[in-house]
Antibody
Framework: EVQLVESGGGLVKPGGSLRLSCAAS????????MNWVRQAPGKGLEWVSS????????YYADSMKGRFTISRDNAKKSLYLQLNSLRAEDTAVYYC??????????????WGQGTLVTVSS | DIVLTQSPATLSLSPGERATLSCRAS??????LAWYQQKPGQAPRLLIY???NRATGIPARFSGSGSGTDFTLTISSLEPDDFAVYYC??????????FGQGTKLEIK
C-alpha cells in the first residue's frame, strides 16, 4: 500500500528554519506530482506547494512564496520542504500528499500522517 | 480567487440517517471538485474526486454530485465511523487548490 511518512517538524523560534521530509514507498514516486498541505491547530486545510514529477514545475501559495522551497529526490523517493523566515502563523501540521501522474493534478489521493511545526519564542 | 463555502458548519444526525453536505463555489467552476474525510488526529482521506467518482475503497454509501457552483456529498445511511469533518477541494487555475472550511458531522 502507498505510504508517505513525514519527518522534520518541531519547535522553532520566529525567523528560524526547518526542513521537512516525506519518504514515499510502494508506488513509482518519480512518476507523480507531489504536494504539501498544512493545517493550523483547529483550522482547515491549506495548500502550500506542489512539484511536478521531474521538478520542472513548482508552485507555491502566495503567502509562502519566497520563504518556502519545495524539492524532491526521485532516487531517494523523497519530498522536501525547506521552511525559512518562519512566523507564528506558520504553526501547523504539514502533510505530504500525492498528486497525479498527469500534468494536471485535480486531487490528492494519499496523504502522510503529518509533521507538526510549532513557531514560538 | 475562488472561495468554497461549505454548509452547514455542523450537522447533527443519527446513525442510519442520510447526510447531505453542501459545497458552494463563489463562481462557476470545473468539475474538478473533491471531498475528503478527516477524523481527529488523522490525515484527510480522499472520498470523491471529479465531483462524482468514488476513490478506491470508498463505500457505495458515499456519493458526490453537482456542477457549476453547487456540489453535494451525500452519505446515504450513516454508520458510526462516518462522524468526522468533511472538506471539499477544487482544482482551479490560481491558486491551483482551494479548500472549503469544512463541515463537522456529529452524532445527534
Amino acid at each position: 500500500e502507498v505510504q508517505l511518512v513525514e519527518s522534520g517538524g518541531g519547535l522553532v523560534k520566529p525567523g528560524g528554519s526547518l526542513r521537512l521530509s516525506c519518504a514515499a514507498s510502494e508506488f513509482t514516486f518519480s512518476s507523480y506530482t507531489m504536494n504539501w498541505v498544512r493545517q493550523a491547530p483547529g483550522k482547515g486545510l491549506e495548500w502550500v506547494s506542489s512539484i511536478s514529477s521531474t521538478s520542472s514545475h513548482i508552485y507555491y501559495a502566495d503567502s509562502m512564496k519566497g520563504r518556502f522551497t519545495i524539492s524532491r529526490d526521485n532516487a531517494k523517493k523523497s519530498l522536501y520542504l525547506q521552511l525559512n523566515s518562519l512566523r507564528a502563523e506558520d504553526t501547523a501540521v504539514y502533510y505530504c500528499a500525492r498528486g497525479s501522474v498527469t500534468t494536471l493534478t485535480t486531487h490528492f489521493d494519499y496523504w502522510g500522517q503529518g509533521t507538526l511545526v510549532t513557531v514560538s519564542s | 480567487d475562488i472561495v468554497l463555502t461549505q454548509s452547514p458548519a455542523t450537522l447533527s444526525l443519527s446513525p442510519g440517517e442520510r447526510a447531505t453536505l453542501s459545497c458552494r463555489a463563489s463562481q462557476s467552476v470545473s468539475s474538478y471538485l473533491a471531498w475528503y474525510q478527516q477524523k481527529p488526529g488523522q490525515a484527510p482521506r480522499l472520498l470523491i474526486y471529479d465531483a462524482s467518482n468514488r476513490a478506491t475503497g470508498i463505500p457505495a454509501r458515499f456519493s458526490g454530485s453537482g456542477s457549476g457552483t453547487d456540489f453535494t456529498l451525500t452519505i446515504s445511511s450513516l454508520e458510526p465511523d462516518d462522524f468526522a469533518v468533511y472538506y471539499c477541494q477544487h482544482r482551479g487555475n490560481w491558486p491551483p487548490f482551494t479548500f472549503g472550511q469544512g463541515t463537522k458531522l456529529e452524532i445527534k
